[in-house]
């Protein structure tokens, strides 16, 4: 079998009584393994220099409050800029990226103040926020399905109503921030915050679909799900050119011509990864790797 290529991230770096704290009152549907949590510069070192020890390849550091969490609102900061700088500090120390869940503005600016690689949500960016983020070269992780999925199914689903009610709330600030950052050329990757409600893994080319209902151009969304999000991880993927991976799915029409064949899962005709075939469409199961001819 194929093994996945991922870069492993372990546990967050929430403060006390911040998103991802797992006493800060996360509704009982979600299964919270809890985070690192750190109060001061010191304890942000050492779980740093822990996580990298043990093999991370990725920090992510709790910027703001969070939509899922109950005890806190997503225009709350979270860390300050000296508690993620020094973990930062650590990470390019190892050549390691960084990335912060950021909602208020305030958690926002503060993250990009510590050096991080990318910046996932966005909810309220200010305009100092996409200058530097422009200046930077820093990534901005939209996760318009989670929120879309939250206020889709809303309370009657389960979800708990603080967060159905502080997804509708941010939403439209949500988008209109995102649209501003890709107008001034802010880089966008593509992801979703799997494991949010109704939000699966596999299903995550919907993404794609609220970029295009967001603003962007297809080719835009392509590079956001594909060289960009690669390049972000230093995974050596997301291109059709020597010295990458060969990870393909072949479609039925152009997705420049019609996007939706990208996220209808039966449209998928074959997978490639690695080079090596692993599904192909009258097989709902893997099938054994062997050389893919293109």
Not at 208 to 232: C, M
Request: one cysteine or more.
């Amino acid at each position: 079998m194929w093994d996945p290529i991922c870069a492993w991230l372990e546990r967050h770096f929430p403060s006390l009584g911040g998103h991802a704290d797992p006493a800060n009152g996360f509704p009982p549907h979600i299964h919270w393994q809890g985070g690192a949590v750190v109060d001061s510069p010191d304890d942000a070192r050492r779980e740093a220099r822990r996580q990298l020890r043990d093999g991370v390849d990725v920090l992510k550091f709790m910027a703001s409050g969070g939509v899922m969490s109950t005890g806190d609102k997503s225009t709350e900061r979270g860390l300050l800029v000296e508690e993620m700088a020094a973990a930062v500090a650590e990470a390019k120390n190892r050549g390691k990226k960084t990335m912060a869940h950021a909602q208020a503005q305030e958690g926002i600016e503060n993250a990009l103040k510590a050096g991080v690689d990318s910046i996932e949500h966005g909810f309220y960016l200010s305009d100092w926020a996409i200058e530097e983020m422009i200046k930077r070269d820093v990534t901005l992780v939209a996760t318009l399905t989670a929120v879309q999925q939250i206020i889709d199914h809303g309370v009657e689903s389960g979800i708990a109503p603080d967060s159905v009610e502080k997804a509708k709330v941010a939403q439209e600030a949500h988008q209109n921030s995102l649209l501003r950052a890709f107008r001034a050329g802010v880089r966008f990757a593509m992801g979703t915050d799997a494991g949010t409600p109704f939000n699966y893994h596999g299903d995550n080319a919907q993404e794609i679909r609220h970029l295009l209902d967001l603003g962007l151009n297809i080719w835009d969304a392509l590079e956001a799900a594909t060289i960009h999000g690669a390049e972000l991880l230093d995974i050596p993927s997301g291109l059709i050119a020597p010295g990458y991976l060969a990870d393909l799915i072949l479609l039925p029409d152009n997705p420049i011509d019609h996007p939706p064949t990208l996220w209808t899962t039966s449209e998928r005709r074959q997978v490639i990864k690695q080079g090596q075939l692993v599904k192909r469409l009258d097989s709902v199961d893997p099938v054994e790797p062997k050389e893919a001819t293109v």
